[in-house]
């Protein structure tokens, strides 16, 4: 059978040779002996001819056209002559074929490894039994434990950010290599000092790239006091659209003027209540359900943020007020900034599907049609797919917002009228960054906030100076910057630059950023999912450090 020696039905010719092949309906047999007559002891290293015994090995092979194989190998035992040597009889290694105990060939090893370093264990398991591989999720997970992990240099360029083993409860760190693009390590917390020993285990580093979290400043000042500490630019903006948003809610008041000012009838038209009319006898005008709910729960709020309010001005700390109110202490802050009871915008009504023939609907309920099986026959007969029950709904909340005959919308308005201090932020900085990209309207608000609220005004002027720095990499305007800003509303965030100055100097003067690492820990996060329970700290990080 020498002309089988060479093809792909045997794992390693130079170490074997092919006696039988044979098949049956759902696998491949293959009947194989070794080629070599002197063997080396694995003790000593001494060659041996002398023959103990034989026996029959069987090994699981690659498949082949969907077939399982398996390969039943004739293997030898040897006398070892030595005299001294610790093994008197030896079985004969196959290196290139089959580890020492294996059931499965070593190109069967590899390919399960690399099913199971894409996969996972059950996702793993499921793909390689389609392909005629035999391995249990548990069996793959070893597979990976027990893959050499790849040589890893020192990077010279570090990203570092933080992630969710549990949400909420337990953080890790990741560390990629910027250069190569490659996760190099996972850290169980995200602790100053884990990532400070970390950096001492591996010196050379020359820049780090993080975000603004005061952790991994201190762990890197540390562990690396020479490396070049790089602020993330996408951070930083982040942050100052945290500092709009906390000037917006100090001047809550200015922001509903500024509303009133470019959309009187808009407001109006929300703020007035409708009549409603449910078309039945002995219908009294009262709120619905749902709005005596709101009701009472705006009452709720009301009374919280009233105590918030005593409390405060009888001296108690918000620490204090948050744990005896009940409330997130972000939460009492922006309520005591906001200066009055911050009201709930309203939602945007949803698309109805019988929007489309609402002119239809409501010529037919202005003629004095209220049937809805009637109307749901003639909506069908036009070609439009609806039900009784939903045309039942639909009537029933036009009966509520619209009298019969009455020119007024079905709908509410989809704009609230008075913007909430993250829509004002979002704005404000869009306006700074993209002023074309704005709409007439938002335009309009812009423009009557800014002139009727000096204070955020400067504010958007000094948003609109450093988001141009961060474009130009300007590192010359960054102390003239911090001067300006210092007696702005954005001074609180122009102070916690000033004490982070190298970091954002840096970022400035350098390409690196965080977005690379922001998606290894997408995909970290892909890979933790899929482990269905199984993505335990060493897991990940062998997966994710392995060599794609």
């Given at each position: 059978?020498?002309a ?13 040779r ?8 759902s696998?491949l047999?293959?009947t ?6 002197v ?29 399982r ?19 008197r ?6 290196p ?36 005629g591989?035999?391995?249990?999720p ?6 990976v434990r ?8 020192t ?21 990629v ?10 850290l ?30 201190e762990?890197?000042?540390?562990g690396?006091?020479?490396?070049i500490?790089?602020?993330?630019r ?16 100090r ?27 449910s078309?039945l006898?002995?219908?009294?005008e009262?709120?619905?359900a749902?709005?005596q ?5 705006r ?14 001005a ?20 922006t309520?005591l ?27 037919r309920?202005?003629?004095g049609l209220?049937n ?18 939903s045309?039942r ?31 004002v ?11 074309d ?65 190298d ?33 335990s700290l ?7 450090t392995?060599?794609?």
């Amino acid at each position: 059978m020498d002309a089988f020696d060479t093809s792909p039905l045997c794992p390693a010719a130079t170490e074997l040779r092919v006696d039988v092949v044979a098949y049956t309906a759902s696998e491949l047999i293959i009947t194989a002996s070794a080629r070599r007559h002197v063997v080396r002891c694995p003790a000593c290293g001494h060659a041996s001819a002398r023959v103990h015994s034989r026996y029959q090995r069987t090994l699981g092979d690659l498949p082949w056209h969907g077939l399982r194989v398996r390969l039943m190998l004739r293997v030898r035992r040897f006398f070892c002559d030595v005299p001294g040597c610790a093994r008197r009889i030896f079985t004969e290694r196959l290196p290139n074929t089959a580890a020492a105990y294996a059931r499965r060939t070593q190109r069967a090893a590899r390919a399960l490894e690399e099913i199971a370093f894409a996969l996972g264990g059950r996702a793993g398991a499921r793909l390689a039994a389609t392909l005629g591989l035999l391995a249990g999720p548990a069996t793959l997970l070893a597979l990976v434990r027990g893959a050499p992990e790849p040589p890893v240099p020192t990077p010279r360029v570090l990203g570092v950010d933080d992630w969710a083993l549990r949400k909420g409860q337990r953080y890790g760190t990741v560390l990629v290599d910027l250069e190569r693009h490659r996760v190099i390590d996972l850290l169980p917390d995200r602790e100053a000092a884990t990532f400070a020993a970390w950096l001492a285990a591996h010196p050379g580093i020359e820049c780090i790239s993080r975000d603004r979290g005061g952790a991994y400043a201190e762990g890197a000042r540390q562990g690396a006091p020479e490396a070049i500490q790089i602020a993330d630019r996408f951070h930083l903006l982040q942050n100052l659209q945290a500092a709009l948003e906390r000037a917006c809610t100090r001047h809550a008041p200015s922001l509903r003027a500024a509303a009133v000012a470019t959309q009187p009838a808009l407001l109006a038209r929300a703020t007035t209540r409708k009549r409603r009319y449910s078309g039945l006898p002995n219908n009294t005008e009262r709120p619905t359900a749902g709005e005596q709910r709101s009701a009472e729960r705006r009452a709720r709020r009301l009374g919280r943020y009233d105590e918030v309010v005593a409390l405060r001005a009888a001296g108690v700390p918000k620490k204090q007020i948050a744990r005896r109110v009940g409330l997130d202490r972000r939460t009492v802050e922006t309520w005591l900034a906001a200066g009055e009871f911050p009201e709930r915008a309203a939602r945007a009504r949803r698309a109805h599907p019988l929007d489309a023939v609402a002119d239809y609907l409501l010529a037919r309920y202005d003629a004095g049609l209220d049937n809805a099986a009637q109307l749901a026959r003639e909506l069908q007969q036009r070609g439009c797919s609806c039900s009784v029950p939903s045309v039942r709904r639909y009537l029933a909340v036009l009966r509520r917002r619209r009298p019969r005959g009455a020119s007024a919308p079905v709908g509410p308005p989809t704009v609230s009228p008075a913007p909430s201090p993250r829509a004002v932020a979002w704005l404000l900085r869009k306006a700074a960054a993209h002023p074309d990209t704005l709409q007439e309207d938002e335009r309009a608000y812009v423009t009557a906030l800014c002139a009727s609220c000096p204070p955020l005004a400067e504010a958007r002027r000094i948003a609109a100076a450093f988001t141009h720095m961060l474009a130009s990499h300007d590192a010359n305007a960054l102390d003239p910057w911090l001067a300006a800003a210092a007696g702005t509303e954005l001074h609180a965030f122009a102070a916690g630059l000033r004490r982070d100055h190298d970091a954002v100097l840096a970022a400035l003067l350098f390409r690196w950023s965080n977005g690379q690492v922001e998606g290894q820990v997408h995909r970290l996060k892909l890979i933790k999912r899929s482990m269905y329970g199984r993505a335990s700290l060493d897991l990940l990080r062998r997966r994710l450090t392995h060599a794609a």
